[in-house]
């Protein structure tokens, strides 16, 4: 089981939440080229190593966040609400 | 040693309140997330940040300033309510559910939002005479299933 902190509800078990997928910033659509909006949409890094990624608490506070997870070990941190810049309480 | 017992409440009026943080109803309403607290009869809950439940009547919704960013649904016929009663009823939750049901986790009064049996329910720890007790609110459409798979968790502690 993973344990997802969510920055409202604390640590929850990540069947509770929705994984939203890598976390990007969106491109301006008034200047974004088409390559800028098809790498945006559909390519994605997938390292072996820190991600920043979209978690939905579904479950819980119906919250989206962000969170920096690990892909090799599975460790989670510095979970952040929409407009926050530092990360909230685990 | 109490006995475990399951109720259907469903018929209790229950009133759902979303109202934005700066609102005259968000003021009144208070309490924080994930806490709940009894007013002149009513349990009021604050579920989510932004969502209160209030269970038992409508008066205290019925005195609320809805003015702002703020809204009041009945959910009375379209959310379920159940109530687990017993010694052991936080045994029973854990058969079905992944919150940490032990008292420093989820003391009286404590509420989260959660999948219980794969179904997204609102729990609300509300004991009886100090004996542990759990509200369960789901969509109404899941009755017979949710009584039926926690009946089934709780066949395991009876007679314990
Ligand atoms: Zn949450």
Redesign the pocket.
């Known amino acids: 089981m993973l344990l997802v902190p969510?920055p409202?509800?604390g640590p929850?078990n990540a069947a509770d939440l929705t994984y939203r997928g890598e976390s990007h910033a969106r491109p301006d659509p008034n200047t974004a080229t088409r390559e800028e909006w098809r790498t945006y949409l559909y390519l994605r890094d997938n390292p072996s190593g820190w991600l920043r990624e979209s978690w939905y608490?579904s479950s819980?506070?119906r919250?989206h966040f962000q969170i920096e997870r690990h892909t090799f070990t599975g460790e989670l941190r510095e979970p952040l609400l929409p407009g926050s810049k530092t990360g909230g309480e685990s | 040693m109490a006995d475990l017992t399951l109720t259907n409440l469903t018929p209790t009026p229950k009133t759902t309140i979303r109202a934005a943080a700066d609102t005259a109803a968000a003021a009144e309403l208070g309490l924080t997330f994930g806490s709940s607290e009894r007013r002149d009869g009513d349990l009021v809950v604050r579920i989510r940040p932004d969502e209160w439940l209030v269970i038992g009547s409508t008066a205290t919704v019925d005195a609320l300033d809805l003015s702002g960013f703020a809204s009041r649904i009945d959910t009375t016929h379209s959310r379920l309510l159940f109530r687990l009663t017993g010694d052991l009823a936080a045994k029973v939750m854990e058969k079905v559910c992944s919150l940490d049901f032990a008292d420093h986790m989820t003391p009286n009064g404590a509420c989260a939002g959660a999948s219980v049996a794969k179904t997204t329910c609102d729990i609300v720890r509300d004991d009886v005479d100090r004996v542990p007790s759990y509200l369960v609110l789901c969509d109404t459409s899941f009755r017979d299933y949710l009584r039926g798979a926690i009946e089934d968790a709780m066949t395991e502690f009876v007679g314990a």
Do not use: A, F, K, L
């Open positions: 969510c409202n509800c929850r608490c819980g506070c919250t």
